[in-house]
């Protein structure tokens, strides 16, 4: 990508409050929280395309998994590109041909921009091999982050932005967060490495997992900073947990998918209205 990036020495930009018409009244700060949830991320675009079209610009930006890349997308744009870059991710990944007896979901295909599938099972493959802990090698990601994400942008700190992972040796949940270090593509795809579909990703002398794994929900970062702004925080969430009562295996296992990541998500809402009241607002589906 071209650099289109701020000349503003990184520390100015920490200070500056960018002016937004949309923006209520005595709001320092307007976050945009993005869950992981696969193909429902394709939701968060529209919320983002809704918030632009109301002059409403977040000023920070986290996400997990898929909410991660719609993130990086985001925050690696000028405004005026990032409805159309969004728009291109989405169309690239959902691009697969579809013939008349194509199998459902990705197994031999693999999407477009995003994941192939590996030509050795991981069943198959050696002990420490370098496909043998995932189906699918997920190096075209990388190649469409670079495409449509420009980190100059990032990095320059225009906007906050943080993603969360999962160290895979320790369990640890940790966020990348570009006030803290150099962001570049591995980190988003650390965040959405959901194993045992997509390999771990190595950063430095760590690997790294789906954020998801640990908190599909990555607003507790943004709410243990320690600073008195008032906040308006748009959270997107991509799962409900409401619905029939299982009566098989089938719809149990699907109801146990949807309803824990909910729950996570409610205890952190309790905990952060008691501990930080009147700090912020949340918008939820």
């Known amino acids: 990508m071209n650099d289109i990036s701020s000349t503003t020495p990184p520390n100015t930009l920490r200070q500056r409050r960018p002016l937004h018409t949309g923006r209520p009244d005595r709001c320092d700060r307007v976050a945009l929280v993005l869950q992981g949830g696969g193909a429902l991320g394709a939701y968060q675009a529209g919320v983002y395309q809704a918030m632009h079209e109301a002059d409403i610009m977040p000023d920070w930006v986290a996400g997990v998994s898929i909410g991660a890349i719609n993130a990086a997308i985001i925050a690696g744009n000028p405004p005026h590109r990032r409805i159309a870059q969004l728009h291109a991710f989405w169309d690239l990944i959902t ?131 320690d600073d008195s702004l008032n906040k308006l925080v748009f959270q997107v969430d991509l799962f409900s947990a409401r619905g029939a009562l299982p009566r098989d295996i089938k719809t149990s296992w699907h109801a146990k998918r949807t309803s824990c990541i909910p729950r996570v998500h409610a205890r952190t809402l309790t905990f952060t209205v008691a501990s930080k009241s009147g700090k912020f607002a949340s918008m939820r589906r």
Request: net charge negative.
């Open 95 to 225: 691009e697969r041909k579809i013939w008349a007896y194509t199998p459902d979901g990705d197994v031999f295909g693999g999407q477009p921009g995003f994941f192939t599938p590996r030509s050795t099972s991981p069943w198959l493959s050696f002990t420490g091999a370098q496909g043998a802990t995932s189906y699918y090698d997920s190096s075209p990601l990388k190649e469409t982050l670079n495409d449509l994400v420009d980190f100059s942008i990032i990095n320059d700190q225009a906007i906050r932005f943080a993603v969360g992972a999962v160290n895979v040796l320790t369990g640890n949940f940790i966020y990348f967060d570009n006030y803290e270090e150099e962001i570049g593509p591995e980190h988003v795809m650390a965040s959405g490495a959901l194993p045992p579909a997509l390999p771990m990703i190595k950063i430095g002398t760590d690997h790294f997992w789906d954020g998801g794994i640990v908190s599909n929900t990555p607003l507790q970062h943004l709410l243990e900073q």
